[in-house]
């Protein structure tokens, strides 16, 4: 399979990175082909130009790269920390310049002529890896947990992918080497059962 990664956070050496390096191996070690994007590492542009809006806008090498392979993923996993309930503008600028009308989704209607919306990425599953500090019943009791239903139902679940999950880790800032260690071997495992399950 080919399962492409998106990595959003600025930190070198953070956790979010290591997550990152355990799904790498972890698929890798099963025998797929796996590519690791970096965002920050990279410089990727986030910001959307009006010309990108024109329709028939032809996308710059960059852009037409992060297309190409997430029209190509047979598996896709994001990971970033929670931000103000949201991901980093980075990674939300991705989302606005890749996951491209006429590509990632298109409009069309249904059998009642009702617009709908149709979503044509061929990825069977997506996972999303989150971080935050906020202990997880204050997130649930106080914010609802936004980020669940923004990969689940907004973004994924849009563009046509069956099967979503998502695991949030939390709290970073509190956490210990042991924690970690133990999370980094969840994570491993739900790559496992989650992308790799027949």
């Keep these: 399979m080919k399962i492409l990664i998106v990595l959003a956070h600025p930190q070198p050496g953070s956790f979010n990175h290591a997550l990152a390096d355990t799904v790498r191996s ?8 796996v590519s690791l994007r970096d965002l920050y ?9 009006p010309e990108e809006l024109t329709r028939g806008h032809q996308p710059g090498a ?22 103000w309930a949201q991901a980093p503008a980075i990674l939300k600028g991705w989302l606005d310049r890749v996951l491209r009308a006429g590509e990632a989704y298109r409009f069309g209607t ?12 061929k990825a069977k599953a997506a996972l999303v890896f989150t971080t935050s500090n906020t202990p997880r019943e204050a997130e649930l009791r106080l914010y609802g947990d936004p980020l669940d239903n923004f990969w689940k139902a907004c973004v994924w679940g849009f563009c046509g992918v069956p099967l979503v999950s ?3 880790f939390e709290s970073i800032i509190v956490s210990t080497p042991e924690q970690r260690a133990g999370w980094l071997a969840e994570a491993a495992a739900l790559t496992r059962s989650v992308l790799l399950a027949d």
């Excluded at 972890?26 to 082909?33: D, M, S």
């Excluded at 590492?41 to 130009?49: H, K, Q, R």
């Design 26 to 33: 972890t698929l890798e070690a099963a025998g797929h082909q």
């Design 166 to 168: 998502r695991r949030n």
């Design 41 to 49: 590492a990279e410089g990727f542009d986030p910001l959307f130009t």
């Design 62 to 83: 960059q852009v037409r790269e992060h297309i190409d392979l997430l029209l190509n993923a047979d598996s896709i996993v994001v990971i970033h920390p929670n931000w």
């Design 110 to 121: 249904n059998e009642k002529g009702e617009g709908v919306i149709i979503g044509l990425l």
